[in-house]
Nanobody, 129 residues
């Protein structure tokens, strides 16, 4: 049974930083793409960042480029999202997602929610101005 458990969310002032973690069990994070998504109240889910199984490719949404960094530690089977220079517009529930090993969409579809089979429960990030 695959489980993805997010942690690290919280409340921070604009300009601050947070690091989210996604610990996977029943799934090997090097087997395929993993990603972070977010959804704010009344808005559609948005792909924020993804990372390929080998870690070579890390696409980002334009809204977070230069501020967020996705990484992973295969020895801990954990994916991270370092979020710097946070803005009130970053306020959302953040979700970790994992693709099946058969995923073949590459970078072009790695920020699409339909590419992912497994999802965590989410962690809330609130940025105040």
């Amino acid at each position: 049974q695959v489980q993805l458990v997010e942690s690290g969310g919280g409340s921070v002032q604009a300009g601050g930083s947070l690091r989210l973690s996604c610990a996977a069990s029943g799934y090997t994070i090097s087997s395929s793409y993993m990603a972070w998504f977010r959804q704010a109240p009344g808005k559609e889910r948005e792909g924020v960042a993804s990372i390929s199984g080998g870690g070579l490719f890390t696409p980002y949404a334009d809204s977070v480029k230069g501020r967020f960094t996705i990484s992973k530690d295969n020895t801990k089977n954990t994916v991270y999202l370092q979020m710097d220079v946070l803005e009130p517009e970053d306020t959302a529930m953040y979700y970790c997602a994992a693709a099946l090993g058969t995923y073949a969409g590459g970078r072009s579809r790695s920020l699409s929610g339909s590419s992912y089979a497994y999802w965590g429960q989410g962690t809330q990030v609130t940025v105040s101005s």
